[in-house]
């Protein structure tokens, strides 16, 4: 049986590009492999995907040179559209691949392609939505979802045909941490029950690595490691930090090997180390514990921004009405990094364009001290030319494509940079002069899901440029799904629940106890430690480590 997939040897140009995106690339996927896609931004996974279902160079253009392989089938000889019926991509911006315009007919449509009717049909959408909580919204317009929930519909329309081959490009990117549990699951019950060949490209990589046989590495445009997920943490460790999980970056800096890939992994380590307690609840350890670690809280003055009693409501499409927020009250105070989180259509999105003055509340008020800049989740709704350099205002293109690390790419296309490439340069269309390049920020300053497509270097930039704004006096308010970028730049985290704020409170207050609105590294230290992030867990994990010797506790061999 011919391979899943087979690349002989693949280089990749788009088109006006300076240097191909892909580089001499060649691997061999078999059947029920499930292949995790790691590599920093503009690494080239999402070309590679693209080149794997034909898309390079049918679609995008280009210059394709070596040999794609499809179950066989050569993409060459075979575009997108001929070989649907072997290879499924589910985009990075599901908004661009949802077309039709009712969530049910979406998930009907590739079923009825492949020319399944009546009770068949009907029983496999039902079953697609359960599986990825989505049975509520079959009676919705498309027009009316969330990011979050669109991404759901992009996803059950991909897995209802049951592929031979399913490509993902970021695919729990807009997802919160349960619905993406949920697709994990799913994908891993497509690949064990249904032998489904899946490659996925992430980057949260503390989500899947558990469920990969496989992980390939790419680095500018060249595969740079392929081996197991243990093999890649190893790897990654020395060659490209960056890519480490958070559990085994904390266990890196504590000293401790080897470096483990799962929560159940690293809490191993540390049982074998003599290390204890874990997972302790706040007040459970002894005085003085070197578990213990308090945040002091920063005052901050004047609200800049504050809405009272908010309510909004609208029509569904479905006869229904949607009430995306429920009498919520909240203010931002000049200088704060507020992480705004909450499950996907818990009205993150509402509040900030409430906050920004675009959707206006049925009741109650939002008031702003001066402009809200805003950045939506659709970073491609900023971009409006054919050279990266045009979407900035010519006074500060270059310093702002500097900041952003997009100097190099300043004569591209906008519709050829990779998904966190459009989004770094959307912040900068956002921010031109006030605040990235030139001038002072605005008083508020407004980001919904900033890290799409952003590896691990560029959220550290990003959190360093949000503390930069802050420092400014800007209030910066973050709706996100990735908690652990969260954790990295917020001092006070606010979870909606339903259209109401359900906890605000300090990062560590709320994410340190957490079942899934909380990080790897307080999942494995325990709500005790009050440690979120590699770099507060790994002196807690060395000062453990001394005090087990000091009491004689024994520390087995590692």
Not at 25 to 32: C, F, K
Not at 251 to 279: C, E, F, H, N
Request: aromatic residues 2%; charged residues 25%.
């Amino acid at each position: 049986m011919p391979d899943a997939l087979r690349l002989d040897r693949v280089s990749y140009t788009y088109p006006s590009a300076q240097g191909p995106a892909l580089h001499d690339v060649s691997l061999a996927l078999g059947e029920g492999e499930m292949v995790v896609l790691a590599g920093g931004s503009g690494s080239g996974k999402s070309t590679l995907l693209r080149a794997a279902c034909g898309l390079a160079p049918h679609f995008f253009g280009g210059t394709l040179a070596g040999h794609v392989r499809v179950w066989g089938r050569d993409t060459r000889d075979e575009g997108p559209g001929q070989l649907a019926d072997a290879v499924t991509l589910v985009l990075q911006d599901p908004e661009a691949q949802t077309v039709m315009n009712g969530v049910r007919a979406e998930i009907e449509l590739p079923l009825e392609s492949r020319g399944m009717r009546g009770p068949a049909l009907a029983r496999t959408v039902e079953e697609t939505a359960l599986a990825l909580g989505i049975a509520d919204l079959l009676e919705r317009p498309v027009r009316t979802l969330s990011g979050g929930e669109l991404q759901r519909v992009a996803l059950a329309a991909a897995l209802a045909a049951r592929p031979g081959l399913l490509l993902l490009d970021e695919p729990t990117s807009q997802l919160d941490p349960v619905a993406a549990e949920e697709l994990l699951a799913q994908l891993r019950r497509l690949n064990e029950d249904h032998g489904t060949t899946v490659v996925l490209a992430e980057q949260r990589l503390e989500r899947c690595l558990a469920a990969a046989d496989r992980v390939i590495a790419l680095e500018h445009g060249r595969v740079a490691c392929d081996s197991t997920a243990a093999g890649f943490v190893r790897w990654a460790a020395s060659r490209c930090p960056e890519l480490v999980p958070p559990a085994a970056r904390m266990m890196s800096l504590a000293g401790l090997d080897p470096l483990p890939v799962t929560v159940k992994q690293a809490r191993s380590l540390l049982r074998r180390a003599g290390v204890a307690p874990i997972g302790a609840a706040p007040g459970e350890e002894e005085r003085g514990s070197p578990w213990r670690r308090r945040l002091k809280r920063r005052k901050a003055p004047t609200a800049v921004l504050a809405l009272r009693n908010v309510w909004v409501e609208w029509d569904d499409g479905s006869g229904g009405t949607v009430t995306a927020l429920r009498g919520l009250d909240l203010e931002l105070r000049r200088g704060e990094t507020v992480a705004l989180l909450g499950r996907n259509g818990a009205g993150k999105s509402t509040l900030l364009r409430v906050a920004a003055g675009i959707v206006q509340p049925a009741r109650g008020a939002a008031r702003a001290e001066g402009d809200v800049a805003l950045l939506v989740q659709t970073p491609s709704d900023y971009l409006l030319h054919e050279r990266v350099v045009e979407e900035l205002a010519p006074d500060v293109a270059v310093a702002a494509l500097g900041e952003l690390g997009l100097a190099h790419l300043a004569e591209a296309d906008p519709r050829d940079l990779s998904g966190g490439e459009r989004q770094r340069l959307a912040l900068g269309v956002v921010l031109a002069g006030r605040g990235i390049g030139a001038g002072a920020p605005p008083p508020v300053v407004a980001l919904d899901e900033p890290t799409r497509g952003m590896d691990q270097q560029r959220k550290r930039e990003l959190a360093e440029r949000i503390q930069a704004l802050a420092d400014q006096d800007a209030a910066v308010i973050v709706a996100t799904h990735d908690v652990e970028f969260a954790a990295r730049v917020a001092r006070r985290c606010v979870l909606l629940g339903g259209g109401r704020v359900v906890a605000d409170g300090s990062t560590t207050e709320v994410l340190a106890g957490g079942r899934y609105f909380t990080t790897e590294v307080a999942r494995v230290l325990g709500p005790g430690a009050a440690a979120v992030l590699p770099e507060q867990g790994a002196p807690l994990v060395r000062a453990a480590l001394a005090s087990a010797v000091a009491t004689g506790r024994e520390v087995a061999a590692l």
